[in-house]
């Protein structure tokens, strides 16, 4: 049985999606980073860097990094695409959330991380959040004229849902995204999202 390390409202929520989606009985650990637990030698035998998310598999190996647990996922669960050409454009995706947006808001609330000249932290913050709501742009625009990124339903969409929930958190404009805002709302209307925000106390 696969166990996931997760934190509430954290980038680990698209593999939570995805695993309540799948309907596979699996088993999710919350993590309170607020109060360390990230830190725990024993969980830095599963990340060594103290994030989540984290994937115990099935054999009691470890996963990190959503860039290789949502492939995974997706693969194992049938939300990933088999086309040699669209699962290149899928990783695509999974690179470009993974390594430039999901950073731009990590200046935002982390600034202490770039730098440690605490005067600079303000402009740090401001820019990121103005790339953070450029990238968000970006993601409205790949998905004009379509309802998921790829040919159907798959973890890029849950995927997507996490960094559309840290707009509302920095109180940027999302609405105004309106491709955004329209898979945001069917996001919502499934059951196994619907279970997952009410779970990790997220409002949208």
């Known amino acids: 049985m696969l166990t996931l390390f997760y934190a509430p409202g954290a980038c680990s929520m ?6 309540e989606e799948s309907g596979e009985k699996y088993e999710a650990k919350r993590m309170d980073l607020a109060k360390g637990e990230q830190r725990t030698e024993e969980y830095k035998k599963i990340h060594p860097l103290g994030r989540v998310p984290a994937l115990k598999l099935d054999d009691g190996s470890p996963l990190s990094e959503n860039t290789a647990i949502l492939p995974y996922l997706g693969k194992r669960f049938g939300m990933w695409p088999t086309d040699p050409l669209k699962e290149a454009k899928a990783l695509s ?12 808001h990590g200046h935002i609330g982390r600034p202490e991380r770039y730098t440690d000249d605490k005067a600079a932290f303000p402009g740090i913050q401001a820019k990121a959040k103005q790339s953070f709501h450029d990238y968000l742009k970006q993601i409205d625009a790949m998905y004009a004229g379509r309802e998921w990124l790829s040919d159907k339903y798959s973890v890029l969409d849950p ?8 707009g509302i958190r920095r ?13 945001k709302d069917r996001m919502v209307k499934r059951a196994a999202v619907q279970r997952i925000l009410a779970d990790e106390a997220v409002k949208l």
């Open 159 to 166: 995927y997507a849902l996490v960094f559309y929930t840290w």
């Open 93 to 104: 995706i999974v690179g470009f959330f993974a390594t430039t947006v999901h950073p731009a």
């Open 14 to 19: 698209a593999s939570h999606i995805v695993l």
């Open 171 to 183: 109180e940027l404009p999302v609405a105004e995204l309106k491709n955004y805002t329209a898979l």
